[in-house]
């Protein structure tokens, strides 16, 4: 079974389970924020929802330190002022590889986001939100 099904069916299992009302939208992975807005598209209810972007980050100098940072899409994410404000060292925060996205969230590439945490059974990863995200109107 491909992992990336399996990633989510797990969540949608982990939503149902807690009476977490959901629905699912499938697109192709996307990599860049101009891919995801084409990709798509919420309609009905959900047309107002704000689309996110999720960047997974170690710690180069210490790779069981990693992070799942959840931000609006229009956010700049300074990586210098976060690993300042997270005690990375200068230049050591990074994008974590497939491997370690694959093993410890279970998905690929492209995949990526806030449910994919479900996955981490062991807790190793520490998700960051954006304050616009919590501000955004519903």
């Given at each position: 079974?491909?992992?990336?099904?399996?990633?989510?069916?797990?969540?949608?299992?982990?939503?149902?389970?807690?009476?977490?009302?959901?629905?699912?939208?499938?697109?192709?992975?996307?990599?860049?924020?101009?891919?995801?807005?084409?990709?798509?598209?919420?309609?009905?209810?959900?047309?107002?929802?704000?689309?996110?972007?999720?960047?997974?980050?170690?710690?180069?100098?210490?790779?069981?330190?990693?992070?799942?940072?959840?931000?609006?899409?229009?956010?700049?994410?300074?990586?210098?002022?976060?690993?300042?404000?997270?005690?990375?060292?200068?230049?050591?925060?990074?994008?974590?590889?497939?491997d370690s996205l694959y093993k410890y969230l279970g998905c690929k590439?492209?995949?990526?986001?806030?449910?994919?945490?479900?996955?981490?059974?062991?807790?190793?990863?520490?998700?960051?939100?954006?304050?616009?995200?919590?501000?955004?109107?519903?």
């Amino acid at each position: 079974m491909d992992h990336a099904v399996s990633s989510i069916e797990t969540t949608e299992k982990f939503l149902q389970d807690n009476g977490i009302a959901f629905k699912t939208v499938h697109h192709t992975p996307t990599m860049k924020n101009e891919e995801m807005l084409d990709a798509i598209k919420f309609e009905g209810e959900h047309a107002s929802a704000m689309l996110a972007k999720q960047l997974f980050l170690h710690d180069k100098k210490s790779k069981d330190r990693m992070w799942l940072v959840c931000a609006g899409l229009t956010t700049t994410i300074d990586l210098k002022a976060l690993s300042k404000k997270l005690g990375v060292g200068s230049g050591n925060l990074r994008g974590a590889d497939a491997d370690s996205l694959y093993k410890y969230l279970g998905c690929k590439q492209g995949m990526v986001n806030f449910y994919s945490t479900v996955n981490d059974s062991g807790r190793n990863v520490k998700v960051l939100y954006d304050k616009a995200l919590y501000e955004a109107p519903w």
